[in-house]
């Protein structure tokens, strides 16, 4: 039985629409673990729960997809069809960075969207253009909470769902009511997740590259030093293969001081531990979300320190970059808010948040010439030309998404 799992989705959408009580209703996992995050009840950071898809041989489709070993049906034992990893996205319009950074793994993604608020919300409309700029292809899309409201009134939101997608990357695909807190139709779900979310072909044989969206120190306050464990990074093997033993190299790494200038190291350590889908093993290839655990400081892994960095085989990986030129592709108008406005052109000296892959940071337009323009970025990245970066804009008092760009040099 293969223990990794095969492919990386995403669940996004407005806030309190019900994506985390969703990945619990498919995976018993509730993904808010934060002290923050069960104080105000949304989810803060990315949140990730490993799901096996099962099926049974003697029942009829759709209610013979489920989770579960046994059939909740007919009492058999169901087989094993696909392990997936849910990436939990925040949907607070204050969080948008973190919910760009997750959609950088992300194979697929279910835009969950409540049946008791009117669509389109201000995020619901933001996350699919999020999925559109950073080229998340295969969406489904999910009428959740339609126990709460009238059945007219479901109907009356299924058919503005309908308008809404129209001209987008979820347009004709299914929408699926569900209620995530009843366990109404998760059968459905599955079936569709099956049939619309493939798992696409990888990599394997070339270098690995790991995207890091997670790094932690796993050391309770007070352990003894000779019983202190290495720093632990978390994320998506997009290409190639790893293994306990392997030597690795984390990019942009760490800043420091040489002869009075500032410089950026990259970090070298070993890979000691490797956990896929709550299992530690030996090897990992591309798809599902990976935990690695090496001899780093963990000091320097602690609190998300390296979320956003590249990791991968030393040597191999592209360069760390504080300075760029991109061409740039803007919407038509700025997505998020209530009173939308057009997107007027990038100008010189203007400050843009950048998501490349999974890292965030902020650049300078240091010239502004058509759609072309050259940055020079607050913290480095490591990325390679032809590479496709999300561009928010200060709209406010918040970043709106406003477009993409691609790396030339």
């Not at 007219?152 to 299924?158: D, G, K, L, P, S």
Request: aromatic share 4%; net charge neutral; with cysteine.
């Amino acid at each position: 039985m293969k223990v990794q799992s095969e492919v990386n989705i995403g669940l996004v959408g407005h806030v309190d629409h019900g994506k985390t009580t969703l990945t619990k209703a498919l995976s018993g996992i509730w993904t808010d673990t934060h002290s923050e995050e069960a104080k105000r009840g949304i989810s803060i950071r990315l949140g990730y729960a490993d799901i096996t898809f099962r099926r049974c041989s003697e029942c009829d489709e759709p209610q013979c997809y489920t989770t579960k070993e046994t059939c909740e049906h007919c009492g058999s034992k169901t087989d094993l069809i696909r392990k997936v990893s849910f990436v939990d996205s925040p949907g607070h319009e204050t969080l948008m960075a973190t919910m760009l950074s997750g959609a950088a793994i992300m194979d697929g993604a279910i835009l969950v969207i409540g049946a008791n608020e009117s669509c389109p919300q201000p995020q619901t409309k933001e996350h699919l253009m999020a999925l559109d700029v950073i080229g998340v292809k295969n969406v489904l899309v999910v009428q959740n909470k339609v126990d709460t409201v009238s059945k007219e009134r479901a109907i009356e939101n299924y058919y503005e769902i309908k308008e809404f997608v129209k001209g987008t990357c979820a347009e004709g695909v299914p929408i699926i009511p569900i209620s995530a807190q009843q366990g109404a139709n998760i059968d459905i779900l599955i079936e569709a997740i099956q049939k619309f979310i493939k798992t696409p072909r990888r990599a394997i044989r070339k270098d690995p590259k790991i995207y890091v969206a997670r790094s932690f120190d796993i050391n309770k306050p007070g352990t003894h030093p000779k019983k202190i464990n290495g720093g632990i990074i978390g994320g998506s093997l997009v290409q190639g293969k790893i293994k306990v033993g392997d030597d690795i190299e984390i990019k942009p790494g760490i800043q420091i001081k040489r002869n009075g200038k500032s410089e950026w190291v990259s970090l070298t350590s070993k890979i000691t531990g490797l956990e896929a889908a709550d299992n530690f093993v030996d090897e990992v290839g591309p798809g599902g979300l990976i935990g690695i655990a090496t001899l780093l400081d963990p000091a320097l892994t602690k609190a998300d320190s390296l979320s956003g960095s590249i990791a991968g085989k030393p040597g191999t990986l592209p360069p760390t970059i504080q300075e760029f030129t991109m061409e740039t592709h803007l919407l038509d108008r700025v997505v998020g808010t209530k009173d939308e406005t057009d997107v007027e052109p990038i100008h010189s000296s203007e400050n843009l948040m950048i998501n490349i892959a999974t890292s965030t940071t902020v650049g300078l337009v240091s010239s502004a010439r058509g759609n072309e323009i050259d940055v020079t970025l607050k913290l480095p990245v490591c990325a390679e030309e032809g590479q496709r970066v999300a561009l928010s804009r200060r709209v406010g008092a918040r970043w709106r998404l406003i477009g993409y760009g691609i790396i030339k040099t």
